[in-house]
Nanobody, 123 residues
């Protein structure tokens, strides 16, 4: 079972940037599809982005693509989420998750989860 630990969250002003990291251990990272999800207050957890072990990426919607970029470093067993031009509606707890095989967009598609990191964007 892979263990995932997120870091890099914090408080930032509108228009600012953050880079989230997710360090994996206990599994074969280079074979996993990695995903980022987020959960805003009072809302369900939602898919943000995913990256296949080949480096191919998928994003939730136009609202995040172009501002949020997922990447991975297989040598460091780490997946990143670069977030630019942040908006108050990006405020959420951000979770990374892993799955074997191809892409997924649903929580049930991913078998391992981190504890989450809080991102707060002030107006």
């Amino acid at each position: 079972q892979v263990q995932l630990v997120e870091s890099g969250g914090g408080l930032v002003q509108t228009g600012g940037s953050l880079r989230l990291s997710c360090a994996a251990s206990g599994g074969t990272f280079r074979t996993y599809t990695m995903g980022w999800f987020r959960q805003a207050p009072g809302k369900d957890r939602e898919f943000v982005a995913a990256i296949h072990w080949t480096g191919i990426t998928r994003y939730a919607a136009d609202s995040v693509e172009g501002r949020l970029t997922i990447s991975r470093d297989n040598a460091e067993n780490t997946v990143y989420l670069q977030m630019n031009s942040l908006k108050p509606e990006d405020t959420a707890i951000y979770y990374c998750a892993s799955r074997t095989g191809g892409f997924g967009r649903n929580e049930a598609d991913f078998g391992s989860w981190g504890q989450g990191t809080q991102v707060t964007v002030s107006p």
